[in-house]
């Protein structure tokens, strides 16, 4: 099969640090460029692609096979379907609707023209993630009794990026942050029975929401997904107790931060430094235990990797567009119950 021919519909800091990199070095994939409004930054990057001046000129270029929707959350929805309309393969940031209704309607239509269709939830491959998952996966904690999954920030001041702060059906953190915490309880646990929030605008200038907190019912367990723009000196954003033992580990993947500095994905990615490991208390045939633990290698690549496959193979997606729909039934749940006050069924 030739190279899945690959282009972006904007090419700030998503399409800079966490898209164009990997399309790049894939084997597989060619990047052939990006939608870009104004600034044609681009080509600076990557002397080699094009800068398209209208999101028609993507969709009319018959040589591109795959569209990344990384644009802002209102315009998901929109830009999914011209592009599944065009007969593309597309790619849909988090979050990945403003509704359920809207997931749905995308799903349906990637079905009905025969089109791969995946959410780019890269968090699954974060070295901490990677790590909590192994562990539960192990057992060495016995039954689950209480998870706690966090996503905190110091940002006190407003974001750079405007549009986050204006009020609309897809701003504020539940879609911004919510949707790595869900994705992720979701991989580990399934659907949950339940769900309770509390959601709070907390910077006295925002007009949108900056902190919540989500719990997920299951049968015999609780999981608290917290997240906040006002947590200067964090706790380990991974809090993990069994029948059993115990499971600590800070939020320390170093993929974002060296992408940002220009690094490439390439040999030995995805390293956390030994004094990030987490910490494991449990008890083993009858002995107590209490160890740091190796992380294991974060790495998006994976992601592309697997979606490849899934374009030339006809394998299962990396993040299918149930799994986005599952996503989008939490983040309304949660909101109904802010809302209300009650917890919801889902």
């Known amino acids: 099969m030739q190279k899945i021919k690959v282009a972006l519909l904007s090419y700030g800091m998503s399409g800079r640090v966490f898209h164009a990199p990997f399309i790049e070095l894939h084997p597989n994939m060619e990047l052939v460029g990006s939608w870009e409004r104004s600034k044609k930054l681009i080509e600076q990057d990557y002397p080699h692609v094009k800068s398209y001046p209208s999101l028609e000129s993507v969709l009319d270029d018959d040589t591109v096979d795959l569209i990344i929707v990384n644009t802002p959350t209102t315009t998901h929805f929109e ?89 609309s059906p897809g701003s504020g953190i539940v879609k911004d942050l919510g949707p790595h915490l869900i994705d992720q309880a979701l991989v580990l646990f399934g659907m949950p029975d339940a769900v309770f929030a509390d959601i709070a605008i907390t910077r006295p200038f925002s007009k949108v929401d900056d ?18 723009y006002y947590v200067k000196e964090p706790l380990p954003s991974y809090v993990v107790h069994g029948t059993v033992g115990s499971f600590l580990k800070l939020r320390a993947d170093v993929q974002e931060q060296k992408l940002l500095k220009g690094e490439k994905p390439l040999d030995d990615w995805g390293r956390e430094p030994e004094s990030e490991q987490g910490l494991l208390h449990t008890e083993i045939d009858g002995e107590e235990i209490k160890e740091s633990v190796k992380t294991l290698r974060g790495d998006y690549r994976i992601y592309y990797d697997e979606l490849y496959h899934a374009l030339a193979s006809k394998k299962e997606a990396p993040v299918s567009a149930d799994d986005g729909i599952r996503v989008m039934q939490i983040i309304e749940a949660a909101i109904t119950s802010n809302q209300e006050k009650r917890t919801v069924s889902v």
């Open 211 to 228: 902190y919540f907190e989500i719990l997920l019912f299951y049968p015999t367990f609780r999981v608290r997904l917290l997240s906040s």
């Open 79 to 167: 830009y999914a379907e011209k592009a599944l309309q065009a007969n593309k393969h597309v790619v849909v940031e988090k979050a990945f609707t403003t509704t359920v209704e809207e997931a749905v309607r995308l799903k349906n239509l990637a079905i009905e023209k025969g089109r791969v269709l995946s959410v780019f939830q890269n968090r699954r491959w974060d070295s901490d993630f990677r790590t909590v998952q192994q562990i539960i996966e192990n057992g060495v904690l016995g039954d689950m009794v209480q998870v706690t999954i966090a996503f905190d920030r110091y940002s006190p001041g407003p974001s750079p990026k405007v549009h986050k702060e204006i009020p």
